[in-house]
């Protein structure tokens, strides 16, 4: 019989309680940010109709990314690879019902078939944070806030990261100058996805491809390079150049003064309209998107609803934790037991009665049944980065007395058995 192996599938993980406690570190700091701004969390399943990620999230994304199978029932199915579309399904199907604006985020984990690498895995988790029914650029504002805070949260300082911002609005004028088709600015758009990726000649060999007359090639490259050629070649009057100049000052009257326009941000996803932005870690080590959004005033469309004004960002946990690791933040794992209650002399029943006694206001206390001499309990304890220890034995039953011990200091105290409250506020 074939051994079955020990590793994951390709592109998970485990998570063992060390990395159970960074995960919920980055998610207590997520859903504390969310929730400082008013949003409310939601949840939904990680099966969607596979039709749902075909309308609006574009075709790379379906046909090469996507875990999708037919269920037993012939119906076409995915894991979700993404959160927004089952947000926008949920929002459209009681569009009636709820009372706008929405402020609503969730941290799902989500799916798609990549090749792994630093900073990308198949599964992940995600922060999504969602603004429905502001019209204005306000929204925008309070979704870049609510980003930058998140950072700072994580104990990131204002030169460790910064916000790129740019508007496909302003890209779509852009392409009109150049009479580009509309398959032709897809194409275009993917390349300026990916150009920070690839060599400055992948990108321009892909755009001599596209564009039909080669002078206009290096004329886009000279545009996109210079915003403040973008800006001249679309005047400063020009009412989205103005918006988005609004948009700057706006974050920078908040304190969000780390913000760049950068015209080659696109997005990858076909769904966005407006505003886009994504989030970059600064150090050389890794200076790399560490997250993204932007608005997407239509998707609420596709399921036969009026349009809905809206804006949000997805921020991954691999990302974030890259970004920690790198800068120093991550915290020392420490356990979420209290107490460690080693037993001898067959004292169980006695250290169960005040493990339960202590556990009913509030201590986590672990019991060792395994009856292993003192030294072997002692190092589990040490070992599992439990912060105090106490022995029972014949002595302490005689006595009624515990002698508690802080494992990183050596500090001991002495206890009463009846003296569970002082125990208690010492050990919390």
Known sequence: MKKIS???YKGVRDFYPEDMSVQNFIFKKMRETAESFGYSEYSASILEPTELYQAKSGEELVSEQTYSFK?????????????????????????????????????PNIFRYEQPQRGRLREHWQLNVDIFGVESNEAEKEMLSLAHSLMKNFGAKESDFV????????????????KLTEEEVV???KALDKKSKNPIEVFKATLEGIFK????????????????????TLGEDNPLVKNLMDLI?????????????DSTIVRGLDYYTGIVFEIFDTDPKNK???????????????????????????????????????????????????LYLGVIDDAFPTAQTLADSLRAIGVNVAVDYTGKNVGDQIKKATNDHIPFLAIIGKKEIDSKKLKIKNLATREELEFGFDEIEKIAKMLV
């Open 6 to 8: 020990t590793e994951s």
């Open 71 to 107: 269920d037993r029932g012939d119906r076409d199915v995915t894991l979700r690879p993404e959160m927004t579309p089952t947000l926008a399904r949920m929002v459209a199907g009681k569009k009636r019902e709820l009372s706008f604006p929405l402020r609503w985020y969730s941290i």
């Open 163 to 178: 916000i790129k911002i740019n508007d496909r609005r302003i890209m779509n004028a852009l392409y009109e100058k150049y």
């Open 187 to 189: 194409q275009v758009s």
């Open 213 to 232: 007359i080669n002078k206009h090639v290096e004329e886009f490259l000279e545009t996109i390079e210079s915003n403040q050629k973008l800006i001249k």
């Open 249 to 261: 000052d706006g974050l920078a009257s908040v304190g969000v003064t780390n913000v760049l326009f």
């Open 288 to 338: 790399r998107a560490l997250f993204g959004g932007g608005r997407y005033d239509d998707l609420l469309s596709i399921f036969g609803n009026e349009k809905v004004s809206a804006v949000g960002f997805g921020a991954g946990d691999v990302t974030i934790k890259d970004f920690l690791e790198t800068h120093g933040l991550l915290p020392a794992y420490t356990s979420t037991t209290n």
